[in-house]
Nanobody, 124 residues
C-alpha cells in the first residue's frame, strides 16, 4: 500500500494550495480517508476526514470554512483544497487511510496506512 501526497509548497498568507493524495495497493473506495498535519515542535493534528463515498466530511475548527476535502474514487485520490491560508497552517500535511472507520476518524490511531507527507509553508 502506498499513499503519496503532493501539492505542498510556499505560499503567501491569504493564498491557496490544493493537496492531493494518490493511493495504490488498496481498494480505495473501501477506506475512509483523513488529512493530518504536524508543525515543527508540535504533535500531529487532525485536519479533515471524508467517508468512503464522500457522504460525510469533517474538519478541525481551525480550518473550517477555509479547507475543503474531496475524493475521486475513480482516480484513487483524495484532495484538500486550502484557501485563505495563514502562517499557522505551516506544517507537513499527511494523508491516511482507514479500513475500520469508513467515515475516517479524527484520531490517528484509527488509521491503517499513512503517506509520507508534503510540506506547506505559509509566509506572512
Amino acid at each position: 500500500v502506498q499513499l503519496q501526497a503532493f501539492g505542498g509548497g510556499l505560499v503567501q498568507a491569504g493564498g491557496s494550495l490544493r493537496l492531493s493524495c494518490a493511493a495504490s495497493g488498496l481498494s480505495f473506495n473501501n477506506y475512509g480517508m483523513g488529512w493530518f498535519r504536524q508543525a515543527p515542535g508540535k504533535e500531529r493534528e487532525f485536519v479533515s476526514r471524508i467517508k468512503w463515498n464522500g457522504g460525510i466530511r469533517d474538519y478541525a475548527d481551525s480550518v473550517k470554512g477555509r479547507f475543503t476535502i474531496s475524493r475521486d474514487n475513480a482516480k484513487n485520490t483524495v484532495y484538500l483544497q486550502m484557501n485563505s491560508l495563514r502562517p499557522e497552517d505551516t506544517a507537513v500535511y499527511v494523508c491516511a487511510a482507514s479500513r475500520r472507520f469508513l467515515s475516517g476518524s479524527p484520531y490517528p490511531g484509527n488509521y491503517d496506512y499513512w503517506g509520507q507527507g508534503t510540506l506547506v509553508t505559509v509566509s506572512s
